[in-house]
C-alpha cells in the first residue's frame, strides 16, 4: 500500500509541474522560413547548422519518431502494474508527442539537411520499429530513467553547440530538455520507492546499468552518428558518465545500500563497468570518443 500510495503522489507531483511548464510546438517554430522545395527545390548550404549539427538534430528526431514503439511496450510492461504508473504512460506520450513533431518541422522550415532522405529515413524506422525489453517493469523504469536523463543532456549540450548558429533551435532543444527533466524525475522517484520496499531490486539496478544503450541505436550509421555529435557537442562517454549514471547511482544509493548476498557480485560488475568507462573518458575524452561504446553497442536488459 505505501508504495502504490508513493506512485500515486509521484503521478500528482508531475501533472502539476507538466501544467506549469505547458507549451505548445507551433509557438516555438520560426515559421517565417518557410519555403515552397516545389519552387526552390532544397540544396547543401541552405540551412543555419554545420553538417555535423544537423546530424545531431536529424538523431534526435529519428529516435523521438519512434514513440508509437515506446508506448506500445510501455502499456504491455506495466498493464498489470499500479495505476499511476498505466496513467503516467498516458500523461508521458501527450508530451513526448509534440517532441518529433516539432523536430521534423523545424529541419523543414529551417532547410537544415535533406528533406527527402530524412522522409526515407523516417519511413525506415517506423518499419523497423522498436521493442522494450526488460525482466518486468521494475527492469524497464530503471532503463528509462538513464534513457530520460541521457536524452536531456543530450539536448542541453546540442541547445549549447547550436546558441550562436541558430538560437531559435536552441530555445526548442531547452524546451524539450524540460520535459525530459520531469519525465526523469517521476521514473528516477519510482525506482527509488520500489528499492526502498525491497532492496534486493538492486540486483536488477546493477544488472540493467550496464546494458544500457539509447532507443534508436537501430536507426542506420548510429556510430557514425553518435561520434559525429560526441566530436561536435561535446556528448559522448564523458557526459554520460558524469552528468546521467552517477547521479542516477547516487539518487538510488546504489553504493551505500545494504544488499543481500545474492546482489554482491551484480553490484562489483557494476562498479567494473563503471571504473571501464572512466578510463576510456580519460584516454579518449568527449572529442574522440565513440559514444555508443557506453550508450549503444551493448545488449538491451535481458527478458
Known amino acids: 500500500m505505501k508504495l502504490s500510495a508513493t506512485l500515486d503522489d509521484l503521478y500528482q507531483r508531475h501533472l502539476t509541474q507538466t501544467q506549469r511548464g505547458n507549451w505548445s510546438y507551433q509557438s516555438l517554430l520560426p515559421w517565417e522560413r518557410g519555403k515552397s522545395f516545389k519552387t526552390l527545390p532544397w540544396a547543401e548550404g541552405q540551412g543555419s547548422l554545420t553538417p555535423e549539427l544537423t546530424v545531431a538534430v536529424e538523431t534526435a528526431f529519428l529516435t523521438e519518431i519512434n514513440l508509437p514503439w515506446f508506448t506500445a511496450g510501455l502499456k504491455a510492461l506495466f498493464e498489470t502494474g499500479p495505476l499511476a504508473l498505466k496513467e503516467f504512460v498516458k500523461v508521458?506520450?501527450?508530451?513526448?508527442?509534440?517532441?518529433?513533431?516539432?523536430?521534423?518541422?523545424?529541419?523543414?522550415?529551417?532547410?537544415?539537411?535533406?528533406?527527402?532522405?530524412?522522409?526515407?529515413?523516417?519511413?525506415?524506422?517506423?518499419?523497423?520499429?522498436?521493442?522494450?525489453?526488460?525482466?518486468?517493469?521494475?527492469?524497464?523504469?530503471?532503463?528509462?530513467?538513464l534513457q530520460e536523463l541521457a536524452t536531456r543532456v543530450f539536448y542541453q549540450h546540442v541547445a549549447k553547440a547550436v546558441d550562436v548558429l541558430d538560437p531559435v533551435l536552441a530555445l526548442i532543444l531547452r524546451t524539450i530538455a524540460k520535459d525530459e527533466t520531469l519525465h526523469f524525475a517521476f521514473y528516477r522517484d519510482a525506482v527509488r520507492a520500489y528499492l526502498d520496499d525491497d532492496p534486493t531490486r538492486i540486483a536488477m539496478v546493477c544488472?540493467?546499468?550496464?546494458?544500457?544503450?539509447?532507443?534508436?541505436?537501430?536507426?542506420?550509421?548510429?556510430?557514425?552518428?553518435?561520434?559525429?555529435?560526441?566530436?561536435?557537442?561535446?556528448?559522448?562517454?564523458?557526459a554520460y558518465l558524469n552528468a546521467v549514471m552517477d547521479p542516477v547511482l547516487r539518487s538510488w544509493d546504489v553504493w551505500e545500500r545494504d544488499v543481500p548476498t545474492a546482489a554482491l557480485a551484480p553490484r562489483q560488475a557494476l562498479l567494473a563497468h563503471r571504473a571501464r568507462?572512466?578510463?576510456?573518458?580519460?584516454?579518449?575524452?568527449?572529442?574522440?570518443?565513440?559514444?555508443?561504446?557506453?550508450?549503444?553497442?551493448?545488449?538491451?536488459?535481458?527478458?
Do not use: C
Open 207 to 238: 544488472e540493467v546499468v550496464p546494458r544500457f544503450r539509447m532507443p534508436g541505436s537501430e536507426m542506420p550509421d548510429f556510430p557514425s552518428r553518435m561520434r559525429i555529435i560526441a566530436q561536435n557537442s561535446g556528448y559522448g562517454v564523458g
Open 92 to 145: 508521458w506520450t501527450a508530451e513526448e508527442d509534440q517532441h518529433s513533431r516539432i523536430l521534423d518541422v523545424y529541419l523543414a522550415l529551417s532547410r537544415n539537411g535533406d528533406p527527402d532522405r530524412r522522409a526515407m529515413l523516417r519511413k525506415q524506422v517506423l518499419t523497423d520499429g522498436y521493442e522494450i525489453d526488460g525482466n518486468g517493469g521494475f527492469a524497464v523504469m530503471v532503463y528509462t530513467t
Open 277 to 303: 568507462l572512466g578510463r576510456i573518458a580519460d584516454r579518449v575524452g568527449e572529442k574522440e570518443h565513440p559514444a555508443q561504446t557506453a550508450m549503444s553497442s551493448t545488449s538491451r536488459p535481458s527478458r
